[in-house]
């Protein structure tokens, strides 16, 4: 289960990093675009997930994800509000049950992955366009 689980996160990553790209520099050099991904998984788990992400990141130039443990989850939700209000929100925050709840009732402080999805990707799209909303959240379907 909780390999699926993982597994289904990276994907999320993956997803989202590709509706994060950004236009080459005026020297003609593409830029590596980095993620923000913050999460409140401890050992062993976080040690997994960051794992997949220093996998990613060595397997390709393009995207870089930099996988950050917040604290327990509600330590997580606190920072990603805190940096929602400051301006300064990652574009991924992994929460838990209530902690989604609580971010959904911020409005504005979320945008739902399946509204990322229904997005078409441009390559003149900018990262930036990615911190409309403090966090992006994913809810496991229901087996």
């Known amino acids: 289960m909780k390999g699926r689980w993982l597994a289904g996160l990276v994907a999320l990553i993956l997803t989202v990093a590709g509706a994060a790209v950004v236009s080459p520099p005026a020297?003609?050099?593409?830029?590596?675009?980095?993620?923000e991904f913050w999460h409140g998984l401890g050992q062993p788990g976080g040690g997994i997930l960051e794992g997949f992400a220093t996998e990613f990141n060595n397997s390709q130039t393009q995207y870089r994800v930099n996988a950050t443990y917040k604290g327990s989850y509600p330590e997580t939700m606190v920072a990603a509000i805190a940096a929602f209000r400051a301006g300064n929100a990652p574009h991924i925050v992994q929460m838990f049950e209530v902690g989604t709840a609580t971010m959904m009732a911020a409005k504005g402080a979320i945008k739902p992955v399946y509204e990322l999805m229904k997005r078409p990707i441009?390559?003149?799209?900018?990262?930036?366009?990615?911190?409309?909303?403090?966090?992006?959240?994913?809810?496991?379907?229901?087996?």
């Open 27 to 35: 020297t003609g050099q593409a830029q590596r675009v980095t993620i």
């Open 122 to 143: 441009h390559r003149s799209t900018r990262a930036s366009t990615c911190r409309q909303s403090a966090a992006t959240t994913a809810r496991p379907t229901a087996r």
